[in-house]
């Protein structure tokens, strides 16, 4: 029954799923006869969630390629494309990464 319950905890962090909801599931399973409208909540908030960091994800990979795109071939890191933009960005100016917009706009994509 131990060795169910690690796996079943296991698989939950397989998921992602924060502990404090792979507690509630493990609550939930302690009793078999409530209601599991709690379960289809928690697995909703929880794949909403998911789907935010994938936007996010999408997003930070867009703005890596433009910021990619600002430096080919072989050059000299006082010609590269990709520092003068972060440089740019450190003082404030926009960069190619976030449509020209300072780096504090809400442009900025944040991981969580």
Same mark, same amino acid.
């Given at each position: 029954?131990? /060795? @169910?319950?690690?796996?079943?905890?296991?698989?939950?962090?397989? /998921?992602?799923?924060?502990?404090?909801?792979?507690?509630?599931?493990?609550?939930? =399973?302690?009793?078999?006869?409530?209601?599991?409208?709690?379960?289809?909540?928690?697995?909703?908030?929880? =794949?909403?969630?998911?789907?935010?960091?994938?936007?996010?994800?999408?997003?930070?990979?867009?703005?890596? @390629?433009? /910021?990619?795109?600002?430096?080919?071939?072989?050059?000299?890191? $006082? @010609?590269?494309?990709?520092?003068? @933009?972060?440089?740019? $960005? $450190?003082?404030?100016?926009?960069?190619?990464?976030?449509?020209?917009?300072?780096?504090?706009?809400?442009?900025?994509?944040?991981?969580?």
């Amino acid at each position: 029954a131990h /060795l @169910e319950r690690l796996a079943f905890i296991r698989h939950c962090r397989a /998921l992602d799923m924060p502990l404090a909801d792979v507690q509630r599931l493990l609550h939930l =399973l302690d009793h078999p006869l409530d209601d599991c409208l709690d379960v289809d909540r928690l697995i909703n908030t929880h =794949l909403a969630h998911v789907q935010g960091r994938l936007q996010s994800l999408q997003a930070l990979a867009r703005q890596l @390629e433009q /910021l990619r795109g600002r430096c080919h071939g072989r050059h000299t890191t $006082a @010609e590269c494309g990709i520092l003068h @933009e972060l440089v740019a $960005a $450190a003082q404030g100016e926009g960069c190619v990464c976030h449509d020209g917009s300072a780096p504090n706009s809400p442009e900025v994509i944040e991981i969580s």
